[in-house]
C-alpha cells in the first residue's frame, strides 16, 4: 500500500530505515482520506489530533477563501485586525481567561505560557526558579517544551540543553482501575513536597496525557492539584493542544475537571485542523504584570505569522461549526463506550478508557512502550482494513474527527477488533 521515499523529503519522527515509506494522498473529506491510487482510508486519529470536524470542511474552506480576498497576512505588531479580535473575544469569553496571546503551533504555544509565567515572577522582582511538570508529558519538541515533557528516547540526544524541572508522578486510571486513590495521594503528597521551594508554575495536560499514552486521570486529582498549586501561590498552566475543542467531551478539558488554570496554551483543533496556529490564554492579572513604564517589563516575543488573519478566520469558522454542533462532541463518549465494551473482553485487551472523543486501550505485552512492535502490526492490519491509526507502542486508540457516522466508527471497531486476533 506504501508509496516510496521522496529524495528531498525529511518525515517528522520517522526513522527511514525502519519505518514503511509514507502513503500517497490526494484528498480528504469528511473522515476519509484518498489515496492517490483511489484507496480510502478512515483517518481514525483526526490526523494527529488536529481535524476537528472532518477534512475538506465547507465552512472553514469558504471562510479562508474570503478572508484571503481581504487580508491574507499583516505584521501584528503595529496593527490590529478584525478576525484576531473576534476570535480573542470568542475564546476569552469561553475560556474566562482575558487575554489571548498568538503563536504558531503546540509547542510554541506551551513555550509562550511557560515565558509568561516565568517573566511574571520576574517582573514582580520576584523570581521563581521552580516548574513543576508531571511524569510522561508532552508538551512538544521545542526545548523550553520538552524540558517541561518527560525524559524519553525522544528526548536523550538534547539532554544537556534541557532545564530542570521537578516531577510529580500521574496517577492514571482507567475502567480496570477507576479508583487510583492510594497513587493519587502520593502524587499530591509529593506535589505539596515540591512546591515547598517557591515555584513559579504547574503545567498539565488536563485529563488525559496524549502522547505518552491516552494517560487519563479523574477530575478530583486535579482539582487536589489545583488546591495546592493555589496554596503555594504557584501559576497554573493547562495545555489544552490536544483536550481543547470538545476533545474531552466539553469545550475544554479544564471545564470537564473543574479547575481554572491562569495560562492555557491551545492548537491543533483551533483552526479546525485546517491551519497551523498556537494561542496562549493569560488572565488579567498576569497581563497586568507586564505593564510598566519599565520597558524591560516588556513580554518580548514574537513570530513572524502571529494572528494570521487566515488562521483566525478559519478558528472563528470552527468555533462556529462547533457550537452550533456541540451534541457531536458532547455525544461521543456515549457512541464510544459500547463499541469499547466489546473490545475489553478480547484477551490481548487491558485497562481499556474513554473520555469524550478518545476511546484507548493497552495491548497485553510483555514489553509495553513506544518501542513495542505491537502498535506496527495493528496498524498494518488495520490499513489493509481501510482504517488508518498510529498507535503509541504498545497504546492503541482512536481520536477522530467529529464527523464520523456511526458505520464508520463501528468499521474502526471492527478493525481493530480483527487486528488483535491476527496478532502473532
Ligand atoms: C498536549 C500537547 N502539547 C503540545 C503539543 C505540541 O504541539 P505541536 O505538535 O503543534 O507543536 C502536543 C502535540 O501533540 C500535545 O499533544
Known sequence: MNGSWHPHLWHPTTQVCTAPSPLPVRSG???????????????????????????GEPAIAAAIGRQAQDLEQVIFAN?????????????????????????????????VALKIAWQWWHNRGE???????????YHGDTVGAMAVGARSLFTAAYDPLLFDVARVDWPQC?????????????ALAAL??????????VILEPLIQGASGMAMVRPAFLQAVQRRVRAAGALLIADE????????????????????????????GLTGGFLPMGVTLASERLYQGFISADPSATFFHGHSFTANPLGCAAALASLELLEARAERYQGFEGRHRPLLEGLRCHPRVRRARCLGTVAAFDVAVTQPGYLNGVGLEIQRHCLEAGVYLRPLGHVVYLLPPLCLSDDQL????????RALDALS
Open 79 to 111: 496593527f490590529s485586525h478584525a478576525p484576531a479580535e473576534k476570535l480573542a473575544t470568542a475564546l476569552s469569553e469561553r475560556s474566562g481567561l482575558e487575554r489571548l496571546f498568538f503563536s504558531d503551533n503546540g509547542s510554541t504555544a506551551v513555550e
Open 127 to 137: 523570581p521563581r526558579q521552580r516548574l513543576i511538570a508531571f511524569a510522561g508529558a
Open 29 to 55: 473529506r469528511g473522515a476519509v482520506l484518498e489515496l492517490a491510487d483511489g484507496r480510502q482510508l478512515i483517518d481514525a486519529i483526526s490526523s494527529w489530533w488536529v481535524t476537528l470536524h472532518g477534512h
Open 241 to 268: 493542544v490536544m483536550t481543547g475543542f470538545g476533545r474531552t467531551g466539553h469545550l475544554f478539558a479544564c471545564q470537564r475537571a473543574g479547575i481554572a488554570p491562569d495560562l492555557m496554551a491551545l492548537s491543533k
Open 192 to 201: 505539596e513536597q515540591a512546591l515547598a521551594t517557591p515555584t513559579a508554575a
Open 174 to 186: 482507567s475502567w480496570d482501575d477507576p479508583e487510583p486513590l492510594a497513587r493519587e495521594s502520593a
Open 410 to 417: 463501528e468499521r474502526c471497531y471492527t478493525a481493530i477488533s
